[in-house]
Nanobody
């Protein structure tokens, strides 16, 4: 099983920025489609951003488009989520996900398309 470890969460003020990181243990990281999802209290987990294995393609939820940027460093087996212009409604636990066992490294935007998940990191945005 591939291990995913998120970091970088914390408290930010509205309008501020945070950068999340997700380090993986997989040996073929560049073949993994990667994604970020989030879950706010009392709500279902929702898609935030995704990136293809090569990093050449990305996709964002409308709610974060223009404010969040997903990227990856295949040499470091790490995916990032740069979050700018944060809003209180961005408050959630953020989860990193990897498509590790099934083939196909293109962008994936639904939770069911991913095989492994991190433990989550809390992001809290104050108004």
């Amino acid at each position: 099983q591939v291990q995913l470890v998120e970091s970088g969460g914390g408290l930010a003020q509205a309008g501020g920025s945070l950068r999340l990181s997700c380090a993986t243990s997989g040996r073929t990281f560049s073949s993994y489609a990667m994604g970020w999802f989030r879950q706010a209290p009392g709500k279902e987990r929702e898609f935030a951003a995704a990136i293809s294995g090569s990093g050449g393609s990305t996709y964002y939820a409308d709610s974060v488009k223009g404010r969040f940027t997903i990227s990856r460093d295949n040499a470091k087996n790490t995916v990032y989520l740069q979050m700018n212009s944060l809003k209180p409604e961005d408050t959630a636990v953020y989860y990193c996900a990897a498509r590790t066992y099934r083939t196909g490294s293109r962008v994936r935007i639904t939770a069911g398309e991913y095989d492994d998940w991190g433990q989550g990191t809390q992001v809290t945005v104050s108004s």
